[in-house]
């Protein structure tokens, strides 16, 4: 967002000599990884079995 969402920032020191905007985007960013980090590891995880899955029915075929 380019404009803060709680104007209560507005008022309170910068931290880092950032401005509220930047703060508030750095504070979503790191709010944002982790939580994709979850579908990031399924995703791997689900990969990996279907790939050792292809790999086991190609040595049977074999």
Known sequence: ???VLYTFY???PGHFGWNPVADQS???LL???PGN???LATMMVLFFKWF???ERK???SQ
């Open 1 to 3: 967002s380019k404009d």
């Open 10 to 12: 507005l008022n309170s």
């Open 58 to 60: 190609s040595r049977r």
């Open 52 to 54: 050792n899955e292809e």
């Open 37 to 39: 980090l979850v579908y």
């Open 26 to 28: 750095t504070g979503g």
């Open 31 to 33: 709010m944002w990884i």
